[in-house]
Nanobody
Framework: QVQLVESGGGLVQAGGSLRLSCAASGSIFSINAMAWYRQAPGKQRELVAVITSGGNTNVGDSVKGRFTISRGNAKNTVYLQMNSLRPEDTAVYYC???????????????WGQGTQVTVSS
């Protein structure tokens, strides 16, 4: 089994910063990509940022210039640095990873339990 554990959420004032972390563990052969999604109350889950195993990144338009995604040296960790936070960034943030558990098994998605980020105005 594969587990993703997020940390770093919390309450922050508008204009502040937070750094989210996600660590993947378990039966992992390789990880193709890791990403952060978020879901606000009454809204669909949306992609915030993604990073591939090669280090290529893509960040959503709503957070471009404010959020940065990166991977740790161990490659099983991913971070989301969030600066200039706005009340509309309030959501549950989920870590996602496309994991290969063996070279003869197709990759599949795994999700963390989510971490709450609340930005007060």
């Amino acid at each position: 089994q594969v587990q993703l554990v997020e940390s770093g959420g919390g309450l922050v004032q508008a204009g502040g910063s937070l750094r989210l972390s996600c660590a993947a563990s378990g039966s992992i052969f390789s990880i193709n990509a890791m990403a952060w999604y978020r879901q606000a109350p009454g809204k669909q889950r949306e992609l915030v940022a993604v990073i591939t195993s090669g280090g290529n990144t893509n960040v959503g338009d709503s957070v471009k210039g404010r959020f940065t995604i990166s991977r740790g040296n161990a490659k099983n960790t991913v971070y989301l640095q969030m600066n200039s936070l706005r009340p509309e960034d309030t959501a549950v943030y989920y870590c996602n990873a496309e994991v290969v558990v063996a070279d003869y098994i197709a990759p599949r998605d795994y999700w963390g339990q989510g971490t709450q980020v609340t930005v007060s105005s």
